[in-house]
């Protein structure tokens, strides 16, 4: 059984940083891109960034140049970094893997 588990989220200003962990459970591995998604009260889920097997990145217009995703192959996790939060950031962020298994996810609240 495939387990996604994300960890990182909290209260953070705005301006400030925060960096999201992703660990996969219950699989070797799985050469299937992996991701995250947000979303925030009110709103649908979106795309947040995404990252292949290999590296290649996918970012959301919103969030390009201030988050960077990246992925440990050995340790089966994907991170997410994210810089010069906004108060538009405010959601509850989940880990995918294959848009097939997600996480519970966890909340990020940006706020003074």
């Known amino acids: 059984q495939v387990q996604l588990e994300e960890s990182g989220g909290g209260l953070v200003q705005p301006g400030g940083s925060l960096r999201l962990s992703c660990v996969a459970s219950g699989i070797i591995w799985s050469v299937s891109a992996m991701g995250w998604y947000r979303q925030a009260p009110g709103k649908e889920r979106e795309l947040v960034a995404d990252i292949t097997y290999t590296g290649n990145t996918n970012y959301a217009d919103s969030v390009k140049g201030r988050f960077t995703i990246s992925r440990d192959n050995a340790n089966k996790m994907v991170y997410l970094q994210m810089n010069s939060l906004k108060p538009e950031d405010t959601a509850v962020y989940y880990c995918?893997?294959?848009?097939?298994?997600w996480g519970q996810g966890t909340q990020v609240t940006v706020s003074s």
């Open positions: 995918h893997l294959a848009r097939t298994y």
